[in-house]
T-cell receptor, first 114, second 113 residues
Framework: DTAVSQTPKYLVTQMGNDKSIKCEQNLGHDTMYWYKQDSKKFLKIMFSYNNKELIINETVPNRFSPKSPDKAHLNLHINSLELGDSAVYFC?????????????FGNGTRLTVT | SQKIEQNSEALNIQEGKTATLTCNYTNYSPAYLQWYRQDPGRGPVFLLLIRENEKEKRKERLKVTFDTTLKQSLFHITASQPADSATYLCALRHSGGYNKLIFGAGTRLAVHP
């Protein structure tokens, strides 16, 4: 029973296209995140939502737009894809947004832009 | 500038030995530090959390230490097994603010039979 699930697992697309990645968590957590892991394996936070409200928005191009229809879902839409967007994108959730709550990650979406 | 550094070279050890991984940070005042394990093609999995006022934390064969003077955390796996082979990431949250975890690049551990 997957706790944090993301779809698709692999996404190959051409430059200039628009794509979406979906994420769902069944842990009852209030807070969800998007992280990007680049080729050097650094995990960098992009966004965080708490109860459908955006609370963290790092310096990310505005081609990236997160959407949280409810607290169990956080989707990521990317417009006008560029080569540099190729990476693995991880969704995560945690119980709270302020305390030392461990993150529960999905298994990632590998995005390849050609 | 703020940095979290983990040994980028892989750590190779013999089964049964103790693996020790290092996480150093600069220009952070972390409220707590976490360690995660990541297997190829999978998301990180939480292992242990240690707070700024704790020196040491243990869980089964795992031990984490946290020295805020040295700005360093050590992660130990005793009696290591080939199944422990993975990449281990440290992450810290700066004092105050939201649960924004900053991750190191990780250290790959390979335990050989």
């Amino acid at each position: 029973d997957t706790a944090v699930s993301q779809t698709p697992k692999y996404l190959v697309t051409q430059m200039g296209n628009d794509k979406s990645i979906k994420c769902e968590q069944n842990l009852g957590h209030d807070t969800m995140y998007w992280y990007k892991q680049d080729s050097k394996k650094f995990l960098k936070i992009m966004f965080s939502y708490n109860n459908k409200e955006l609370i963290i928005n790092e310096t990310v191009p505005n081609r990236f737009s997160p959407k949280s229809p409810d607290k169990a879902h956080l989707n990521l839409h990317i417009n006008s894809l560029e080569l540099g967007d190729s990476a693995v994108y991880f969704c995560a959730s945690s119980q709270g947004d302020a305390g030392p709550s461990p993150l529960h990650f999905g298994n990632g979406t590998r995005l390849t832009v050609t | 500038s703020q940095k979290i550094e983990q040994n980028s070279e892989a750590l190779n050890i013999q089964e049964g030995k103790t693996a020790t991984l290092t996480c150093n940070y600069t220009n952070y005042s972390p409220a707590y530090l976490q360690w995660y394990r990541q297997d190829p093609g999978r998301g990180p999995v939480f292992l242990l959390l240690i707070r700024e006022n704790e020196k040491e934390k243990r869980k089964e064969r795992l031990k984490v230490t946290f020295d805020t003077t040295l700005k360093q955390s050590l992660f130990h796996i005793t009696a290591s097994q080939p199944a422990d082979s993975a990449t281990y990431l440290c992450a810290l949250r700066h004092s105050g603010g939201y649960n924004k975890l900053i991750f190191g690049a990780g250290t790959r551990l390979a335990v050989h039979p």
